[in-house]
């Protein structure tokens, strides 16, 4: 038997940014809080909490005036910083580049659909970390889209500019936008102004068609996310489709051994949250195993 690590697989480069700002801020201070955990993976939030590393929710932000607060990749609504500005709280904001981007662009355009009485839709997952800091740039009144089938609250007759959090399928985000442009067509709309904008990473976009090469070359795909990753549930959902025999777990504990009758290739991958260091773990447990 042989195990084989995805050479693509790993943190994404805006979690990468996160995380090395709070081990620096951590070997100056000894101490640091993070609003939120820093990456949706138990295991690396275990390893950081070990080095000093205290995850906090807005409410006690409220109770740390002039405390030192990590903001993660995913990104914060504007009144978070209204919030530290009031508490003299420090900022390290390490919000993802791609991320800030959006957040520009969602703004911008909530400023043009106000004028004329448009609507901002916003395709995510309803309360995801990334999405609250979204809907904040249009003052909480973005419409939120879960699935490519949620489309009865807009109203087509009315401007719409669609985004998507950066984590989305490409695949389901096209479904939708389909979807809107159909619903417009029923609805006999002419002159329709409706905008649907390319705002998934394309680190995302890519990992899909990286993992489908991957997963095909293998018997046994072992795929290794936190259960809170958006972007984890897309991927694994992904592999399935190309490699039916494909496991999701979040630790080595889960591994099973009857998965492995029969394989001669396992192979290991993860989401964009999944730190190398537990693939190599769950890799050495399953060679010591069998």
């Known amino acids: 038997m042989s195990v084989v ?33 820093i990456v949706h993976n138990n295991a690396e939030v275990q390893r950081l909490a070990g080095l000093g590393l205290k995850v906090i929710d807005h409410r006690q932000m409220d109770r740390l005036p002039g405390a030192t607060v990590l903001i993660r990749a995913h990104g914060e609504p504007p009144s978070t910083y209204e919030l530290a500005h009031s508490q003299d709280i420090k900022l390290i904001d390490a919000t993802c580049p791609i991320v800030l981007a959006l957040q520009k662009r969602i703004r911008e355009g909530y400023e043009q659909m106000r004028r004329v009485g448009g ?8 309360g995801h970390a990334e999405v609250i800091g979204l809907n904040g740039q249009t003052g909480n009144s973005a419409i939120i889209v879960s699935s490519p089938n949620d489309i009865d609250a807009i109203d087509v007759r009315r401007p719409i500019r669609l985004y998507s959090q950066t984590t989305k399928s490409r695949e389901d985000y096209r479904r939708l936008t389909e979807n809107i442009e159909r619903r417009i067509e029923e609805k006999g709309v002419r002159d ?11 680190r995302v976009a890519n ?18 996310s936190g259960v809170n990753s958006s972007n984890g549930h897309y991927l694994y959902e992904y592999c399935r489709r190309v490699q039916p025999a494909t496991r999701m777990i979040s630790s080595a504990d889960e591994l099973e051994e ?33």
Do not use: H
């Open 207 to 224: 990992r899909a068609m990286q993992l489908e090469e991957f997963a095909k070359g293998v018997d046994l795909l072992i795929f290794v």
């Open 258 to 290: 009857s998965w492995f009758d029969g394989k001669e290739r396992i192979g290991i991958t993860g989401a964009t949250s999944t730190p190398r260091w537990l693939m190599e773990q769950i890799k050495s447990k399953i060679e010591s195993s069998n």
């Open 192 to 202: 329709a102004d409706f905008v649907a904008y390319n705002t998934i990473c394309s």
């Open 119 to 126: 609507q901002v839709v916003i395709f995510g997952k309803q």
């Open 5 to 37: 690590i995805d050479e693509n697989a790993g943190f994404c480069f805006g979690v990468v940014k996160a995380i090395a700002a709070a081990e620096e801020q951590l070997r100056e201070r000894g101490q640091l809080y993070c609003l939120g955990d």
